[in-house]
């Protein structure tokens, strides 16, 4: 069997709560984290090559196109082509009777890149989903993969809304009821994660920040209640204060969200994107609509929860 043309919906992230603990010795730090997957999403197409595997062995080309897709890299630095090439490898060693294909691989962006949403992290996924639709491993080695190739990569797989500890790779599904609806601030600028993560290291060895919060026992019960406020009180993130200090302009989005009406605000993950939680669907479309007008924003738009990060797409 030749492989088939695939298409992979694959969702953003946000943290609900991010607990940071100090830096292991392999350099990450101990996270306790809830996740949760969003409506917006990327679209990756898997198709067979037109042209000589020039990325690896198994990737022909990268493309990408939608949200910021000048800032995706196309060469063998893209995490697709690492999902890509660990997968089929671990085929070829098990499975020497399958055909491996050669792929070309198209991105559709509506996740931000370096956004803190795990943009690139869902692309990866979204490659593992496909492959192992073509070329079965067992669940638990696809996971493994997952947690080789980044420490958001699982969670994209999984979606829904999870626990996770260690790097974040370690997940226990949360219950939680309803749809919640949120607001968030897109900037032009990136932030990258190791940098904030050190600038955290560096205002607690300053004794700039307060110690790690890793207490997620107040938003599940809010998560299970299903009200936008009783979640909106228990939203918390310990890397805030190291992008808002690498990014002080992130002040004012925050504060323009408020103004808007959001029940809270925060910096998503590693930022600098922000995240507004809304009553409604309609209050996160006037909280978009007045940070676009705010001028503190690059783009923003409304997104809601969804139960599932992952899925085919049929074509
Ligand atoms: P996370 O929330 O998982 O920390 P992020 O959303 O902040 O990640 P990404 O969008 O994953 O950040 O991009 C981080 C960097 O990774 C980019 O600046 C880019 O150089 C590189 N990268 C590799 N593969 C991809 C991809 N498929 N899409 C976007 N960026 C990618």
Redesign the pocket.
């Known amino acids: 069997m030749s492989f088939p043309t695939t298409s992979v919906r694959a969702c ?2 946000i943290n609900f709560f991010l607990g940071v603990g100090a830096a292991r010795a392999d350099g990450f730090h101990e996270l306790t984290t809830v996740f949760q997957s969003l409506s917006n999403h ?1 679209v990756v197409r898997l198709s067979p090559a037109s042209g000589p595997a020039q990325l690896g062995e198994y990737v022909a080309s ?1 493309s ?1 196109s939608g949200l910021a897709a000048r ?3 196309l060469d063998a ?5 690492a999902a890509a090439s660990r997968y089929l490898a671990e085929v070829a060693a098990n499975h020497p009777e399958i055909q491996l294909p050669v792929l070309d691989i198209h ?1 559709h ?1 509506g ?14 996924a979204a490659v593992l989903h496909a492959l192992s639709d073509y070329a079965p491993l067992p669940r638990q080695r696809v996971l493994e993969i997952a947690a080789e190739l ?4 699982p969670f ?1 797989l999984v979606g829904g809304t999870q626990l996770g500890t260690g790097r974040g790779e370690r997940l226990v599904p949360m219950l939680s009821r309803g749809t919640y609806h949120l607001a968030l601030g897109i900037q032009k600028q ?4 190791p940098e904030v993560f050190a600038k955290l290291d560096e205002m607690r060895a300053a004794g700039k920040t307060a110690e790690p919060n890793t207490d997620t026992s107040a938003l599940a019960t809010a998560l299970v209640s299903g009200k936008p406020a009783a979640v909106a009180a228990e939203m918390h993130n310990d890397l805030q204060p190291a992008a808002l200090s690498l990014m002080p302009a992130l002040r004012a989005t925050l504060a323009a969200g408020k103004d808007a009406g959001a029940l809270c605000g925060i910096v ?4 600098p ?1 922000t995240a507004f939680l809304c009553d409604s669907a309609d209050a996160a479309e006037v909280v978009a609509e007045d940070l676009r007008d705010s001028g503190t924003v690059f783009d923003a738009f409304a997104v809601h929860t969804v139960p599932q990060g992952i899925g085919s797409i049929d074509t």
């Open positions: 953003a992230k990327n990268v990408a800032s995706v890299p630095s893209n995490l697709v082509v991105i962006k996740i931000p890149t370096a956004g803190g949403m795990a943009g690139g992290s869902a692309d990866a980044g420490s958001d990569v994209s990136g932030l990258k994660t998503s993950g590693s930022g994107t």
